[in-house]
């Protein structure tokens, strides 16, 4: 089984920045492509960012330029760096990375979530 604990939000003021990371723990498995996703009140989660096992990666036109991910394979962690932070940048922000295991498969997981709130 996989778990992803994720870390790194909270409040900060308008202009600030922020650190995502998302940890996978467990046993017998490769992580192939990582993300980072959103969830804003009222609205449906959204794609931030993703990542691919090689380093490519994508990210929504809203952040781009803004925030960057990257991941430590040796970790089996993914983060991201949230730069001049807005308002409409408050959400729940959850990881997901696509997971594959002998005798499992490829499945994906989720992160508990973290919640970012910028305001002043």
């Known amino acids: 089984q996989v778990q992803l604990v994720e870390s790194g939000g909270g409040l900060v003021q308008p202009g600030g920045s922020l650190r995502l990371s998302c940890a996978a723990s467990g046993r017998g498995f490769t992580i192939n492509a990582m993300g980072w996703y959103r969830q804003a009140p009222g609205k449906q989660r959204e794609l931030v960012a993703t990542i691919s096992r090689a380093g490519s990666t994508n990210y929504a036109d809203s952040v781009k330029g803004q925030f960057t991910i990257s991941r430590d394979n040796a970790k089996n962690t993914v983060y991201l760096q949230m730069d001049s932070l807005k308002p409409e940048d408050t959400a729940v922000y959850y990881c997901?990375?696509?997971?594959?295991?002998?005798?499992?498969?490829?499945?994906?997981?989720w992160g508990q979530g973290t919640q970012v709130t910028v305001s002043s």
């Open positions: 997901k990375m696509r997971v594959w295991s002998l005798g499992g498969g490829a499945n994906d997981y």
